[in-house]
């Protein structure tokens, strides 16, 4: 099945962080990256622009399974959590997993903000147009600017 996760860094070395999520999530599965975008924060906490990408597996991990690997590529990169919606090295959201739905205490699929959201529509749109309806597009919030691909940028 196919599941599309959201990959945003803003302290230290956006790149190699991103870089290095990509190895823990994609586990020897089938990826494609979108484009890194560079995007405003979001609530309200003074920080650094963000550096986003989305990325589509295929996979046979179920949401519950993604969650964990998600977290070990945030702690890979040093992931805090000391302040919401604070800078990180690294955060990583679970959007979609195939027609899963899933809603605990861990975690909600389709991720409940995903509409919202343009630094994460914008390059789920570069990927699979056929989710982001223009709609979407046009009332998501926040800035979202193309800077290359995680190959070009250094």
Request: overall charge negative; charged content about 25%.
């Amino acid at each position: 099945m196919r599941a599309y996760l959201s990959l945003g860094s803003n302290v230290g070395d956006r790149r190699a962080h991103l870089a290095g999520a990509l190895a823990t999530l994609a586990a020897s599965e089938p990826v494609r990256v979108s484009s890194v975008y560079v995007t405003e924060p979001v609530g309200g906490v003074a920080q650094d622009d963000f550096w986003n990408v989305v990325v589509e597996l295929e996979t046979t991990a179920d949401a519950h399974e993604l969650l964990a690997r998600a977290r070990r590529a945030e702690a890979a990169a040093g992931r805090t959590r000391e302040v919401r919606w604070g800078p990180r090295t690294l955060d990583v959201d679970v959007l979609l997993v195939g027609d899963q739905a899933v809603d605990d205490d861990e975690l909600t699929v389709p991720h409940p903000r995903l509409a919202e959201r343009a630094f994460v529509l914008v390059p789920l749109a570069e990927l699979a147009p056929e989710l982001v309806t223009d709609a979407q597009l046009a009332a998501a919030v926040g800035r979202v600017e193309r800077l290359g691909t995680l190959e070009t940028l250094r």
